[in-house]
């Protein structure tokens, strides 16, 4: 996928269907709209693009971290990300002057598609209903789509950082569509796991929401294979310190350099709690049966 920041490096593309948006998460509702606007540019032989803001217009704190946003949308098939830097001179611009000089004239958008509440412009001055009546000056269709809902509420950012947050996969999963993941790099460690002879790949999430500390049944990204895994996330309070909490993957039957490689991890279920144990042979022992358990899970 095409990743373009700022309106001057836009490019043309043929007939571009384009859905607008944060898309943060890629919750259930962006993929409906993600997964529409590669079906209609497929339909008009076009090409599906995503116009997007960073950072988050209202200043919301984001469920994925800029890069895993791109992961997602680019794995749904888009082509092309537009992204608009949301500066002080950005927010200030008319929603005409967005629409004739944005949506029009640099990306000649034949379909547009937006969320119902979808606002932007000065002030938050315009709507779905200008989108409407530029469409036909401005050449493009347009289709609106209706707010998702979980649990007869509408699925927000808020309702899903939440849920993960208290470790409540099986609701984030629904208001996702997909199972909660966590992105970033894989750094250098300690090499605690190695010494209790489980190896593994300490990853440097982009400030994304993880969930609580504990073990996990994962799968996770090696160059672009899943590969089943066990994910610890906590504090090593085994070893007596204090620390901010890390994120380890264990691949099973895996052997390579990852380090500085991007990593993303699919939480498929919570084995265990975080626990102190007496003795790092034991917490050696412990780790054995969740191994044992997450190849169970995942099989």
Request: glycine share 10%.
């Amino acid at each position: 996928m095409d990743i373009i920041r700022g309106i001057r490096n836009i490019r043309k593309y043929p007939r571009p269907v384009v859905a607008i948006g944060v898309f943060d998460g890629v919750h259930a509702g962006h993929r409906r709209i993600l997964e529409f606007c590669v079906a209609e540019a497929r339909r008009i032989h076009g090409t599906p693009i995503v116009l997007t803001f960073d950072p988050h217009p209202q200043k919301e704190e984001s469920i994925y971290s800029f890069d895993h946003r791109m992961t997602l949308i680019s794995g749904l098939g888009v082509k092309a990300c537009v992204v608009m830097r949301f500066t002080r001179r950005f927010a200030g611009m008319g929603a005409e002057d967005f629409i004739r000089k944005i949506i029009h004239g640099a990306l000649g958008a034949r379909h547009v598609l937006v969320g119902a509440n979808f606002r932007f412009g000065a002030k938050l001055s315009g709507g779905t209903a200008t989108l409407r009546s530029f469409a036909r000056p401005c050449g493009y269709a347009l289709t609106v789509f209706p707010t998702a809902k979980f649990a007869g509420r509408t699925i927000s950012s808020t309702r899903i950082r939440r849920a993960i947050s208290r470790g409540d996969l099986v609701r984030a999963r629904a208001m996702l569509a997909g199972e909660v993941s966590v992105f970033g790099t894989v750094t250098g460690g300690r090499a605690v796991g190695r010494m209790l002879g489980f190896p593994t790949a300490n990853i440097n999430p982009h400030h994304e929401v993880l969930p609580p500390p504990g073990i996990y049944a994962v799968r996770a990204s090696v160059e672009k294979k899943w590969k089943p895994a066990v994910c610890y996330i906590g504090t090593r309070p085994t070893f007596g310190t204090k620390s901010a909490p890390v994120v380890e993957v264990h691949l099973f039957n895996f052997s390579g350099d990852l380090y500085g490689k991007p990593m993303e991890v699919r939480f498929v279920r919570k084995i265990r709690g975080e626990k102190k144990f007496p003795s790092p042979a034991i917490l050696s022992a412990h780790i054995k049966k969740d191994i044992s358990r997450a190849k169970k899970i995942l099989s």
